[in-house]
């Protein structure tokens, strides 16, 4: 049995949505329970109200602490410049004390993204997290290849053997395609299968 976290950040919803959709997908292995929780916002709520960001997120706000009690955990976060968002950065960043205490060393780890364009960081805004995870001593994991879905060149979508990613057009006009989702519960899937062995 393991227990999985989707722990995001999602500023107009498309993380959101993908990160229902690794949750999903993290269920569906036996035994497995899957949490959904975000981190905390900072931009000012007048100023996020005007900019139209979505503040109606059922998902509990996540504890650093929470970390420790997870076999896998599994980031979303949007893209910053081809980087994570800084909400998600910031939460990692006062994780000083389970780095200190080996407290996430062993656990599995998988991130996936959201951006405007096609080219807009996709790839290297997972590869940085990963950096970060491994850090913290995670075994990361990926969206291997037996996902087939991704090898589909006829249709615009994400997805890349470093984890589901989605398009969201630069304002953020675009939703998940099924195929982004289908990718997302892949993943997921595999997270917790992986995380399951290791906890055994």
Request: aromatic content about 8%.
């Amino acid at each position: 049995m393991a227990k999985v976290l989707v722990l995001y950040y999602s500023t107009y919803g498309h993380v959101e949505t993908m990160a229902n959709a690794v949750a999903e997908g993290a269920r569906s292995v036996p035994g497995t329970t899957a949490d959904i929780k975000r981190v905390p916002e900072l931009v000012p709520e007048e100023i996020a109200r005007k900019s139209h960001y979505k503040l109606d997120q059922p998902a509990p706000i996540a504890q650093v602490a929470d970390l420790k009690e997870y076999d896998a955990i599994i980031v979303g976060t949007p893209t910053r410049f081809g980087n994570m968002a800084s909400q998600m950065k910031n939460f990692f960043d006062q994780a000083g004390g389970l780095w200190a205490t080996d407290a996430l060393v062993g656990k599995v780890g998988s991130v996936f993204t959201s951006t405007a364009t096609p080219h807009g960081g996709q790839e290297s805004t997972i590869l940085a997290t990963h950096t970060v995870l491994l850090h913290f001593g995670l075994v990361v994991v990926g969206l291997p290849y037996t996902y087939k879905g991704q090898m589909d060149p006829s249709i615009v979508q994400g997805g890349s053997p470093y984890g589901a990613s989605t398009i969201a057009g630069g304002q953020g006009q675009l939703q998940p395609t099924e195929g982004d989702l289908a990718a997302a519960r892949f993943q997921g899937a595999h997270v917790a299968a992986i995380a399951a062995k290791l906890a055994a």
